[in-house]
């Protein structure tokens, strides 16, 4: 066997896409280099790995068993570079970071604080967002590192590892019909429209316990129509308690549900170095969740 990892990479990209052009596009080459990589790596495995009949290139069955091999040859190549640069000790001269907006910004900003005087020659480019927004920006190398709410749909080559977990509260506005009661039965909620979060799309959404639910992206969004008395949800406490929501929402209890945790961890690239500095954040997260100060 003589293939060779440009190879593979111009197979998986065009698997993904869908198309050997959007693979030229995605990885800066010719399309026809493309082509003759993925004809030259098929000649050497011995059958082809897309039908080309179509429009668009399919993966033949041969091929959708070879794809998740091949990405897992190329998966531990990042490794490889990332060990690499790891062991090669070179820090950043920048960082972007990527912060989930369902995280409490007040709180984790206060890490940033040190960094000017630890890591003085390091320039911090911190944004935030979305899920969707944190995992795009680094899958796009728009970020080096984010913080976010567990999401079982990362994009390929990205990694999660856990920080630890928030507490999640069940919710009603004050007014709502709910709030009257003191111990509410999953019968009763049933009755009442929920807010459940999703992702941009409107996809990949937490369970719903009501018939009747709206799905939303925000958290905040989510607590705001709660104020509103439109509905009831399952969030975050620290959001339901920031100052915007706390004195228009109920802390409800209910005879069924029993603690809710959702995990945080930081997300970065298979191929991301580590650093000192990367390290050192992450530890101070992680510091911040043992000790419950977010």
Known sequence: MNWTLDQLLAFVTAAELGSFSAAARQLKKAQSRISSAIANLELDLGFELFDRRSKFPVLTPLGKEMLPEARAVLNQCLRLDSRALSAANKEPISLRIALDEALPLETIHSIFSHVGDLFPNTHLVITNGSQDDIAIAIANQKADIGFMISNSALPPKLMMQSLGYFKKILIVGKKHPLAQENV??????????QFVLCNRSGENRENALSPNHW????????????????????????????????????????????????????????????SKLTDWITEQMRHLMDNRAI
């Open 184 to 193: 509410l039965s999953l019968a009763q909620l049933q009755q009442h429209r």
């Open 215 to 274: 799905d939303l992206d925000s958290y905040y969004l989510i607590c705001e129509l709660v104020t509103q008395n439109q509905g009831w949800a399952i969030v975050p406490e620290h959001i339901a308690k920031a100052h915007w929501f706390v004195e228009q929402i109920k802390i409800a209890k209910s005879d069924f549900l029993t603690e809710q945790l959702i995990e945080i961890g930081i997300v970065k690239r298979l191929d991301s170095p580590s």
